[in-house]
């Protein structure tokens, strides 16, 4: 398990490609969209990379769905749970003809703002594809 973490959060991965981008996606939050970002301020948070049977059947224990999902985010008092399966991205990305890593930001992007207490909806939809493009021109700008 790999631990990043600084004054405002507290990250765990097993994946540390995974990790090192979420920690760029908050920096981001707390710089652009701080409204979110407090909503998951001085939690920690735990992301995991599964299959797509262990996701599926996850998603069959918590949602009552018997389906494959990208991502699955779960948030207690202290604590944030994001699990994501990049088989799922991937297939995604092929499915709607976009770049795998700007999926995956999109995804992670989309499991914090669950995790900030925005319910599935057009608006988180909207949110999502806003803080998308916005971290997407600073992220190509700085870290490519």
Same mark, same amino acid.
């Given at each position: 398990m790999f631990k990043k973490a600084n004054k405002d959060f507290l990250i765990y991965s097993n994946n540390k490609k995974i990790l090192e981008l979420v920690y760029k996606i908050l920096l981001f939050l707390k710089k652009d969209f701080f409204h979110i970002f407090k909503e998951i301020q001085n939690k920690s948070i735990y992301i995991e990379t599964l299959s797509k049977d262990k996701i599926? $059947?996850?998603?069959?224990? %918590?949602?009552?769905? *018997?389906?494959?999902?990208?991502? &699955?985010?779960? =948030? !207690? $008092?202290? /604590? &944030?749970? #994001?699990? &994501?399966?990049? +088989?799922? #991205?991937?297939? +995604?990305?092929?499915? %709607?003809?976009? *770049? !795998?890593?700007? $999926?995956?930001?999109? =995804?992670?992007?989309? /499991?914090?703002?669950?995790?900030? +207490?925005?319910?599935? /909806? +057009?608006?988180? &939809?909207?949110?999502?594809? $806003?803080?998308?493009?916005?971290?997407l021109k600073i992220f190509l700008r700085y870290y490519i």
């Open positions: 599926k $059947e996850l998603k069959r224990k %918590y949602f009552n769905l *018997d389906i494959y999902t990208d991502t &699955i985010t779960l =948030v !207690y $008092e202290d /604590s &944030i749970f #994001i699990f &994501i399966c990049l +088989n799922v #991205i991937y297939n +995604n990305s092929k499915k %709607y003809g976009t *770049d !795998y890593k700007q $999926e995956l930001i999109r =995804v992670l992007i989309h /499991s914090l703002l669950h995790a900030a +207490n925005f319910p599935e /909806s +057009n608006e988180i &939809i909207k949110l999502q594809e $806003e803080m998308l493009q916005d971290f």
